[in-house]
């Protein structure tokens, strides 16, 4: 029952949105309602409610394909509408007050966003997941396209088509996977019982991952998210790489590794080196890059590239690690977007050119900004390390006979981030800057609330993981023994 | 039956209503009233009611897949007159005699989904074509009509010649017209009888405009008037694609091997020409002519997969298709201008009309949660059985038609007003609208609606 209110809550925030478009007093308290609603109730299905009958929930639907809308809220689940939960409740505080066009369409297509990204977190269906898939792009194509820079159109169209062409492949191996199961049915448990044969797994593998690659994106299917990032508005892009990529790393995780883990093996050399090589060629880019937003993007790519790889690398550390830097990575972007928006909005210019000299008279904004570059590095203490650091210990172990090589490449990945992020903060916080000073950045007290909880989740999880890595224990003791494949071939 | 009959009534009484009647909105009603009329007799008909006896000597069969075929076209027929049927009246004086030409179009439809003789398939298919030729070329001092209208004749014409040439061989190699004598499994197939199905697929491929017998289809939708070159690609093309899952399922089953290749080559160089052709298009009505051919492709999938689920699909696919296209169709016929630049800024002006065509143009790209998802759906799964990668070709064509559709939605969003005559949509027209656009989701979400009739 839980799992259908997390879905209707945001979608009936977002109709309400639509509605009352015209009350632009009214919107930003609504969205900042159905965010806080939300918020709370994904909280209260972690704590109180946290039984497993509520948060399952399945109706009839189209039997006539065996599809039915079947919901539910396990530990993967769990930390990803939780992420989800709490980057939407922190943006539609931080955007309090902002004023925009047409606002009621803007949070409308938020929130629709928002509910097509918890279904598919919660899908335990295959059409169905399919249907959230999308249903989660179209607001996005909309967000950016009308939203965004100048040149919104051609490249969230690029965007768009990307991503479909990506989907509908992987809507023909969820067809396919269907018509082989007995009862003919979407259900994930249908679907894990099959016994496919090693041709059959390769071959669902390439028509299944483009649509997990595109949207991560994992190099070399990357080439659509730089331009998109850089166009769309902010707080657009906050929720794309914040949330909306870990669809990507979920799909992996729930519709690939349990459901082809011999392909998974089997191709796992040449995923994890497209991964780790994405790693130090987004992170040589980001170096020479410009413009802040175009920065972070690359960066972006990087960290979601160790996090792919991980994912490939299939044993016990390197999924507990993933699951938590699903959580970990979606804090630390999403800070380092509120910061990126507030430069552009109070200077006028996120060119690293034109900025400099920020440290003396926005010491504030400095102080937040290392905190979360650092915890983007993943230096210890910060909830980065902790993800990064177990995905690195599951790299080492992966089965791959060229685990040294990766571990090896995407440790320079790691130097590499140091290198560009603290190169951008020397030259836009300490450099000379330009002859004319900048003005100085003041931040309003929601900016300063949410910065604040933003660098004490950064802290939080950095010194007490555990509770979190507790959620997902079970889960991925799980995951790991239906993909582990010595495991798997001593069950022959 | 009962629709059938009436349908030829109604025409008649259509002719004489311009006559009776001097105000044409008038006869518009009646119109409307004698396709309401239709539906309800061949729902009755879907019960078990019947208006007379007849005995067709085995010559037609309406059974349920055809009578619930009819009902959904008859549906979209109606919805496609209360939309655009006001725009008849504009092109010339004779109106009425558009409609009485409209009902003997109907009668065919009726005819070729429920055929059970290759006799009445030939006579359905000539019934709907010879009003076409007229309807196109009624807009007589146009001379792009003109042209379009002797294209459409002297093609339809030489298409019609290779399906009584298919018809006559088959005749002489079983020696019967009808379906289940043709499909007659104790003597084996001989070179007269293949070469004669070869004739009524080519013929079929025609009248349906399947590459690469679609070059006649650009020019005719793009020549005829708007309001009947909605009519032409949404009702009459799909009930033709009825008649030949029809035809190819009862009479050539057993042969599937020898024309199933042949259909699956026509399938995928259809969605070819027509996704890739209508990138390139300028203006919209032309690029919905190559949309419908691209779309033909995909139902094309039906005739090669042949299974349950492709009957299904089909059933689906031309309630969506049709809804889709006529809202779009319906639009387009208010506009002064067809070019992309002339749906510039409509979401700011129109935002309902605006919406309402967005879904349209979702469900024609097949986008989740619109009716035209679950028809291509329904085409994928049904053909996966038989070939990965017909369907796999088939799914990247279906992402090159998001460029071509996404192009009006860029427009109606995405960029200012331009400079071209204020369109106005009357807001009962616009209501009108969304109720289309809501039954397409509807759809999208409940095929059962629609399919679950099949099993009652």
């Known amino acids: 029952m839980i799992a259908l209110l997390i879905l209707l809550i945001p979608l009936l925030g977002g109709l309400v949105s639509f509605m009352i478009g015209d009350h632009k007093k009214w919107v930003g308290p609504v969205f900042l309602l159905a965010a806080g609603l939300q918020f709370l109730l994904v909280l209260l299905a972690l704590t109180s409610w946290d039984q497993p009958e509520l948060h399952r929930f399945s109706a009839a639907w189209m039997s006539d394909v065996g599809s039915s809308f079947s919901l539910s809220l396990d530990p993967l689940g769990k930390v990803l509408c939780l992420l989800n939960a709490v980057v939407y409740f922190l943006l539609a505080l931080y955007l309090q007050g902002r004023s925009m066009q047409k606002p009621g369409a803007f949070y409308g297509w938020l929130l629709l966003a928002q509910a097509g990204m918890m279904g598919v977190f919660l899908a335990t269906d295959g059409l169905l997941f399919y249907f959230c898939w999308e249903l989660a792009l179209i607001p996005m194509y909309f967000l950016s396209s009308i939203w965004g820079g100048p040149r919104r159109i051609a490249v969230t169209f690029k965007f768009f088509i990307y991503t479909f062409l990506g989907s509908i492949l992987l809507l023909a191996g969820l067809i396919y996977l269907q018509s082989l199961t007995p009862e003919k049915s979407f259900a994930l448990d249908a679907i894990l019982k099959l016994n496919l044969t090693n041709t059959q797994q390769s071959w669902l593998l390439w028509l299944i991952l483009p649509a997990f690659a595109i949207k991560l994106p994992l190099f070399p299917f990357h080439t659509w998210q730089p331009d998109a990032y850089e166009e769309a508005p902010t707080p657009v892009t906050l929720v794309l790489s914040a949330v909306m990529v870990k669809m990507g790393i979920l799909g992996l995780l729930r519709w690939l590794l349990p459901i082809l883990p011999v392909a998974a093996y089997q191709w796992g050399d040449v995923i994890m080196g497209l991964a780790v090589g994405g790693i130090v060629y987004a992170s040589l880019i980001a170096w020479r890059q410009d413009d802040l937003k175009r920065l972070v993007a690359y960066s972006s790519i990087a960290h979601i590239g160790l996090m792919g790889a991980a994912a490939f690398a299939g044993n016990l550390g390197s999924l507990q690690g993933l699951c938590f830097q699903l959580f970990a990575h979606g804090i630390n972007i999403m800070g380092m977007w509120f910061l990126v928006d507030l430069i552009e909005r109070n200077l006028g210019t996120r060119k690293i050119a034109d900025l400099g000299g920020l440290a003396q008279r926005s010491p504030g904004l400095t102080l937040f900004m290392v905190i979360i570059a650092f915890a983007n590095i993943a230096l210890p203490l910060t909830n980065g390390f902790v993800g990064e650091f177990l995905m690195f210990t599951g790299l080492l172990a992966t089965k791959s006979n060229y685990y040294w090589v990766f571990t090896v490449v995407a440790g320079s990945g790691i130097i590499l981030s140091a290198v560009y992020m603290l190169g951008m903060i020397r030259s836009v916080f300490f450099g000379e800057g330009p002859s004319q000073p900048l003005p100085p950045v003041k931040l309003s007290v929601q900016e300063q609330l949410v910065l604040l909880i933003v660098v004490g989740l950064i802290f939080v999880f950095g010194l007490f993981p555990q509770p979190l890595l507790d959620v997902t224990a079970s889960y991925s003791d799980n995951l790991f023994k239906q993909i582990d494949i010595s495991y798997l071939f001593k069950n022959f | ?456």
């Open chain 2, 1 to 456: 039956m009962n629709a059938l009959l009436v349908s030829a009534l109604w025409g008649v009484i259509m002719m004489f209503s311009g006559v009776a009647i001097k105000r044409m909105n008038v006869v518009r009603y009646v119109a409307m009233a004698g396709v309401a009329i239709l539906i309800g007799l061949n729902v009755a008909e879907m019960k078990g009611w019947h208006l007379l006896a007849i005995d067709t000597t085995g010559m037609l069969a309406f059974d349920h897949y055809a009578l619930l075929f009819n009902s959904t076209l008859l549906l979209a027929v109606f919805i496609y007159l209360v939309l655009s049927g006001s725009a008849m009246e504009r092109i010339g004086a004779h109106c009425a005699d558009y409609l009485a030409l409209l009902f003997f179009i109907i009668c065919g439809l009726l005819m070729v989904s429920a055929f059970e003789s290759l006799l009445i398939l030939f006579l359905g298919i000539e019934i709907i074509t010879i009003p076409l030729y007229i309807l196109t070329g009624s807009d007589k001092k146009n001379l792009k009509s003109n042209e379009a209208s002797l294209k459409y004749f002297l093609l339809g014409a030489f298409s019609s010649g290779i399906l009584l040439m298919g018809i006559a061989l088959i005749y002489g190699a079983r020696g019967s017209f009808a379906l289940s004598g043709v499909a007659d499994t104790i003597r084996v197939s001989n070179s007269l009888m293949l070469s004669g199905m070869l004739l009524l697929l080519i013929a079929m491929s025609f009248k349906v405009s399947a590459a690469p017998f679609h070059f006649w289809t650009p020019d005719v939708y793009d020549g005829a008037p708007t309001v009947f070159t909605s009519f032409m690609a949404t009702v009459v093309k799909v009930a033709v694609f009825a008649a030949f899952v029809r035809l190819f399922d009862r009479s050539f089953a057993l042969q599937i091997n020898a024309w199933q290749a042949w259909v699956a080559a026509l399938a995928a160089l259809t969605l070819f020409m027509g996704n890739i052709t209508a990138v390139f298009q300028q203006s919209v009505k032309r690029m919905l002519s190559y949309s419908s051919i691209a779309q033909a492709g995909f139902m094309l999938l039906a005739v090669f997969a042949m299974n349950t689920t492709a009957k299904e699909g089909l059933l689906l696919y031309a309630a969506t298709y049709s809804l889709a296209t006529i809202g779009i169709f319906a639009v387009l016929i208010r506009m002064k201008d067809y070019s992309f630049e002339a749906f510039n800024g409509l979401a700011s002006r129109y935002p309902w009309v605006a919406a309402a065509l967005t879904i349209f143009f979702l469900s024609l790209a097949g986008i989740p949660l619109t009716g035209g998802f679950l028809a291509k759906f329904y085409m994928i799964k049904a053909a996966l059985e038989q070939s990965v990668w017909l369907v796999l070709f088939s799914l990247v064509m279906a992402a090159v038609s998001v460029f071509y559709y996404f192009r009006v939605i860029q427009a109606m969003y995405f960029k200012p007003v331009g400079q071209t005559d204020p369109i106005t949509f009357d807001p009962g027209f616009t209501r009108l609208l969304i109720g289309v656009a809501v039954l397409l989701i509807v759809l999208g979400l409940f095929p059962q609606l629609l399919i679950g009739q099949l099993y009652f």
